[in-house]
């Protein structure tokens, strides 16, 4: 029998995720845009690695630096009652470092590709950064967005080892859908491991679909 | 009074360049700035702005210092009451005409303005488009009201006119000649065609590898050989026709022809549309009070 628990929870993570990754990016794809610090291509670096490391690398460390016994889980277990070692909220945590580029990358084009004339436009219109990035850049950018948005969505959907490492398996706290198919797999039920994947590949290849169905014109052209 | 004293060094397509300039400008005059691309022209401008710093500088305008790097005071573009106009136009593509003019507005500021200043440029019909549907000289044209919005106390355009053709050129230069004596405006205009220059305005700075070469009235600093004349006039060539072995020279000087004689050599460098200088030394001109 099917149980619907893991799709749940898979989408409340990658729906919490992917909004902590717009609120994080926002700021940062800008500063990584705009600035001309030393400090970007090794800032640029972390944003990306996670595009290249094994996502059990990734969950190994965090399971190392978060676990209760070392000093920063037990500091953050001991004065904030966080845990996050086999926690959902270990699972955000873990999502939105690793999703991080997906939602960083496309943002961070779009603040590239804008003419930084109309920033400055802004500016001698005596109108703060704040105001700028509100009004002006941001709703020039919304295909970025859109893009970013949904990429993050999709990639913590799909996510497996770091879940894994950090998470485990607990039903309604870390199981999502990704464990369930592999564990349904492990108990030989092939059925159910073919339905959690064709419910998840037909989800994912809807979003990314609106995606490019929306970036790319097509709708605006054909309701013209 | 506005004075300006910047120094920067730039990197130019030829090395290192050093602007240093150090000018003065009359409140409600129209000035231009003259020179080749890459002389630093534009540099200039955004320094005033704010939008690029000087090493060295110091910036006046009307009793309040927009920058003294002496003292370290640097008032953010922000600040500055600034209209700048830029060459690429630089609209906000995701907001209507109106929409652009609405953005510049102050808190609390009449919302009056706007609807005057679309009027004043035409664009009354066009005032809920995109500018993505708007022509390059309608651009301008908001482009141009949009900086007025703030009412500003030095309006700068940065080549405007560029892109746009002979018959859109001369009509925008009669709005920005008509916005300038309308709000009484400091302008300074980027510029290198001669005739708009001669046509806008009162001063000109000729710059070259960052520095001013020369600087006084257009009439004045465009004739390269000074004539010491008992009187002269600036005039634009209308015709020149041969007549025999003479040539005749019809100058059109305010809203009068005047037909002058000219040899071989003289006609030799001139053609129709050039400005030339009138001017005559060797008699008296006589003086009769008009019944």
């Given amino acids: 029998m099917m149980d619907w628990q893991p799709l749940l929870l898979t989408f409340k993570l990658a729906l919490i995720t992917t909004f902590l990754l717009l609120i994080i990016s926002i700021p940062l794809s800008y500063w990584l845009a705009y600035t001309k610090s030393r400090l970007k291509p090794i800032l640029e670096t972390l944003v990306s690695m996670p595009l290249v490391l094994p996502p059990t690398v990734l969950g190994f460390y965090l399971l190392v630096t978060l676990s209760p016994s070392s000093s920063l889980g037990g500091w953050l277990n001991d004065h904030l009652g966080l845990q996050f070692i086999f926690s959902f909220q270990g699972l955000v945590l873990a999502s939105v470092i690793y999703s991080l580029p997906f939602m960083v990358h496309p943002i961070q084009a779009g603040f590239s590709n804008l003419n930084i004339t109309i920033m400055e436009a802004s500016y001698v219109l005596g109108k703060s950064k704040i105001v700028t990035l509100f009004k002006i850049l941001i709703p020039n950018i919304k295909p970025s967005l859109l893009t970013g948005i949904v990429l993050a969505f999709a990639h913590t959907i799909g996510e497996f080892g770091v879940v894994l490492m950090i998470g485990g398996n607990i039903p309604g706290e870390t199981k999502v859908a990704s464990i369930a198919i592999y564990d349904e797999v492990e108990a030989l039920n092939y059925d159910t491991a073919n339905m959690y994947s064709l419910i998840l590949f037909a989800i994912t290849f809807s979003i990314l679909l609106v995606v490019y169905i929306v970036n790319g014109g097509y709708l605006k052209r054909f309701w013209k | ?291």
């Avoid at chain 2, 009056?112 to 009354?124: F, K, M, P, S, Y």
């Avoid at chain 2, 009669?174 to 510029?191: A, V, W």
Wanted: hydrophobic share 45%; charged share 25%.
């Fill in chain 2, 1 to 291: 009074m506005i004075h300006i004293a910047l120094q920067k060094q730039l990197i130019a397509t030829n090395g290192v360049m050093l602007l240093d300039i150090d000018i003065e400008i009359k409140e409600g005059d129209f000035v231009t700035l003259y020179g080749d691309s890459g002389a630093g022209k534009t540099s200039i401008l955004r320094m005033i702005a704010g939008l690029m710093t000087a090493d060295k500088g110091y910036v006046k305008v009307n009793d309040r210092i927009w920058l003294d790097t002496k003292n370290k005071i640097y008032v953010k573009p922000q600040q500055r009451r600034i209209g700048y106009v830029f060459q690429e136009y630089a609209l906000f593509p995701n907001m209507t005409v109106k929409e652009n003019l609405l953005f510049a507005l102050e808190k609390g500021q009449d919302k009056q303005i706007v609807n005057e200043l679309i009027e004043l440029v035409e664009l009354g019909e066009l005032k809920n488009r995109k500018p993505d549907k708007l022509s390059g000289g309608q651009k301008q044209r908001v482009a141009l009201a949009r900086a007025l919005v703030r009412k500003p106390e030095i309006l700068m355009l940065d080549e405007p006119l560029s892109a746009l053709d002979h018959s859109m050129r001369s009509r925008l230069q009669d709005y920005i000649l008509k916005m300038h004596k309308q709000f009484n405006l400091t302008t300074i205009l980027i510029s290198h065609e001669i005739g708009e220059v001669i046509k806008m305005c009162d001063n000109i700075f000729v710059i070259e590898n960052g520095r001013i070469i020369k600087q006084g009235n257009p009439i004045d600093v465009f004739t390269s050989k000074q004539v010491s004349g008992k009187f002269q006039f600036s005039g634009e060539i209308v015709e020149v026709k041969r007549e025999g072995i003479i040539y005749v020279v019809t100058v059109l000087i305010g809203a009068n022809f005047v037909k002058i004689v000219a040899d071989k050599s003289d006609v030799k460098t001139m053609t129709v549309g050039d400005k030339i200088i009138v001017a005559s030394k060797a008699f008296n001109p006589l003086l009769q009070k008009i019944n």
